[in-house]
């Protein structure tokens, strides 16, 4: 939205002998200063968004790469078990995309069809966390990569994806120990990124627009999957479980 700009008439209108006059050449030399400061300020707001461009892309220049330690975790509950390549991008969240979504999925198949599946590189689809219906957690992408998970780039770019084991039309699947896990872990994403607990910002993959997949189905009990969420955030110890970069 631009900037609204002052009229100089008043300061050109006034007769040049009389007072009207005088204060007209105090408010040019106000205008001048005024022009002066204003574009002082102007080219340091360049350079602090030039700074930050280069900090977003930095990573991205040719040999350069940003050290990361093999089999780190975000979470530190989860266990390391690496997806294929093919199934996510390389990036640098949140520097060089902002992080303000946690999308469930499920599995619609067992914890270990969805982690062949994921190591897959054919497969070209991928969540960062799979949580079992004993409520084992696994990380598969770094919080930090583009995991193709949601069937939409922008919303990839943005979310953190979590697989759920089971089939959308079977609620038994759907054990209270899967749903503390998740709730935990759904947390402590929202606390490292600030992300609103609400729905807006929790949502199921049937909810992201383009979408053809109904995960996680009718069965899906998000009022208390919320709660349970809510109530993790007042335990999650700190906005940052990660045990290394």
Known sequence: M?????????????SAGGPTGASGDGDRHI????????GAA?????????????????WRAPGVEKPREEGAVDYAAARWVAASDANWRRADRPDDFGVDMV??????????????????????????Y?????GRVTQMI????VAYHAGNRDYNERSVGIEHEGFVDRPQDFTDAMYAASARLTAGICARY??????????????VPGTDHTDPGPHWDWDRYMKLVRRAATSTPSPSASTSA
């Open 142 to 145: 770094r919080e930090l990569d």
């Open 130 to 134: 799979i949580v079992g219906q004993d």
């Open 103 to 128: 999308i469930v999925h499920v599995t619609q198949g067992s914890f270990a069809s969805a982690v062949k599946a994921f190591q897959d590189p054919d497969h070209q689809a991928a969540t960062h």
């Open 42 to 58: 102007a080219a340091v707001g360049t350079a602090v968004l030039a700074r930050d461009e280069l900090a977003r892309l930095w």
């Open 194 to 207: 600030d992300i609103p607990l609400d729905r807006e910002h929790i949502l199921g993959h049937v909810e």
């Open 31 to 38: 205008g001048r200063r005024a022009l002066l400061v204003g």
């Open 2 to 14: 631009g900037a609204k700009h002052e009229s100089s008439s008043s300061s050109a209108g006034g």
